[in-house]
């Protein structure tokens, strides 16, 4: 398995304005990911992180709202860029690991709300 | 579209008895599943993987997959009060994406 943190765990912002929330695992991983959960909901993946390159943006999330950097391979940050109340949601980063890294182990999450 | 299907719940069962948790899937692809546990207000916990056709224990806990059916389910034996969550079942896809359902919620009565 792999320990992962995030920060920050919470937080309260005013639409319009951005947060970017940090992720850090213990070790050296080649995959990370970025989901969202939005409140009673499932995990939805927002895109992948990758090393050295542009992260891959699944349908319906777009680079410009969802910013993401992974400039190593034990850490990476997602932006969520001029929040609207409908970004309330927890935002999770998670790691692959394995010989597929194809085990995914969950950071603690981010709780945000716009208000 | 590829889809994960879960019945929400609530799975209420007594403690002390089996928790049955069923999973089906779309994408015929698929190889790897996954069973998460979410407590309320918490992040996804990993408690089973699988990768074929059959049983695996771990524990209180038994996977059982059936790629010919695109079904797999998560039994949970002597349930306790602690078992009380939400359980998700995840799909790797053959773009090796994890692809959630919905999530069971399950209550165990003391």
């Known amino acids: 398995s792999a320990v992962i943190s995030q920060k920050p765990s919470r937080d309260i912002c005013q639409r319009g304005t951005s947060l970017t929330i940090q992720c850090q695992v213990d070790s050296q991983v080649t995959m990370m990911f970025w989901y969202r959960q939005q409140p009673g909901q499932s995990l939805t993946l927002i895109a992948t992180a990758n090393q050295g390159s542009e992260a891959t943006y699944e349908s319906g999330f777009v680079i410009d709202k969802f910013p993401i950097s992974r400039p190593n391979l034990t850490f990476s940050t997602l932006t969520v860029s001029n929040m609207s109340p409908e970004d309330s949601s927890i935002y999770l980063c998670?790691?692959?690991?394995?010989?597929?890294?194809?085990?995914?182990?969950f950071g603690p999450g981010t709780r945000l709300t716009v208000l | 579209q590829k889809e994960v299907e879960q019945n929400s719940g609530p799975l209420s069962v007594p403690e002390g008895a089996i928790a049955s948790l069923n999973c089906t899937y779309s994408d015929r692809g698929s190889q790897s599943f996954f069973w998460y546990r979410q407590y309320s207000g918490k992040s996804p916990e990993l408690i089973m993987s699988i990768y074929s056709n059959g049983d695996k224990e771990d524990g209180r806990f038994t996977a059982q997959l059936n790629k010919a059916s695109q079904y797999v389910s998560l039994l949970i034996r002597d349930s306790q009060p602690s078992d009380s969550a939400t359980y998700l079942c995840?799909?790797?896809?053959?773009?090796?994406?994890?692809?959630f359902g919905s999530g069971t919620r399950l209550l165990v009565r003391p």
């Open positions: 995840a799909v790797m896809d053959s773009s090796y994406k994890l692809i």
């Open positions: 998670s790691v692959g690991v394995g010989g597929n890294a194809d085990t995914q182990y």
